[in-house]
């Protein structure tokens, strides 16, 4: 089983559309990562957070600590938003661990 | 600053060579570490750096070794290459907070690899 499980796998919308994936998992965490990496390939950090809920521009990112869940949502989705988004959680113990990504394509 | 550093962005390699995949990184961040992507799963561990002098496997170190001289530079070193070593590896970086290192992630471009 997944110690961090993602969906979507794969996520098409129309731009301007409301976005939301979904992170589940099922180890004792400090927190949790959110990350985007786009068809170049770069990754780049999105949100850190262990509680509550964190906004930055058109992104918001919740957390669940009781329910082990987060998501992320995407306001009025545009193009440029077209990545993979990555969930990644740091273990109680300290390890990282990944997702597999969500693959979102805006179409214009 | 230039962040996290990687080269070379793409390298080839016959089974059996050896090389070092490079990654620097000006931000004085403690925690170093490398994965490798490979299609259909997550980044997976393969070493990692607490601090100069000090490296810990993760969870797929055969075939890789590191070390870390400086607080900037934690080379990652295929020592014979095999084909299933054809991966995209990452290096990231992190400011330590106490022992939870709970920073941001930073990193590198990537580098693809293909052992042929």
């Known amino acids: 089983k997944n110690e961090v499980e993602q969906s979507p796998q794969n996520l098409t919308a129309q731009e301007g559309e409301f976005i939301t994936i979904n992170c589940s998992y099922s180890?004792?965490?400090?927190?949790l990562h959110w990350l985007q990496q786009h068809p170049g390939g770069g990754i780049v950090s999105l949100f850190m957070?262990?509680?509550g809920k964190k906004k930055h521009g058109r992104l918001i990112a919740t957390i669940n600590i009781q329910e082990k869940h987060s998501s992320l949502h995407i306001t009025a989705s545009h193009p440029r938003d077209s990545a993979v988004y990555i969930c990644?959680?740091?273990?109680?113990?300290?390890?990282?661990?990944f997702g597999k990504g969500t693959k979102l394509s805006v179409k214009p | 600053n230039a962040g996290v550093t990687q080269t070379p962005k793409f390298q080839v390699l016959k089974t059996g060579q050896s090389m070092t995949l490079q990654c620097a990184q000006d931000m004085n961040h403690e925690y170093m570490s490398w994965y490798r992507q490979d299609p259909g799963m997550g980044l997976r561990l393969i070493h990692y750096?607490?601090?100069?002098?000090?490296?810990d496997q993760g969870e797929v170190p055969n075939g890789y070794n590191v070390s870390r001289s400086t607080t900037e530079d934690f080379p990652l070193r295929l020592l014979s290459a095999a084909p299933s070593q054809t991966s995209v590896y990452f290096c990231?970086?992190?400011?330590?907070?106490?022992?939870?290192?709970?920073?941001?992630?930073?990193f590198g471009n990537g580098t693809r690899l293909t052992v042929t």
């Open positions: 990644a959680v740091r273990e109680s113990q300290g390890n990282l661990i």
């Open positions: 750096s607490v601090g100069a002098g000090i490296t």
């Open positions: 957070l262990s509680s």
């Open positions: 990231a970086s992190s400011r330590s907070q106490g022992s939870s290192y709970n920073s941001p992630l930073h």
């Open positions: 180890v004792g965490i400090s927190a």
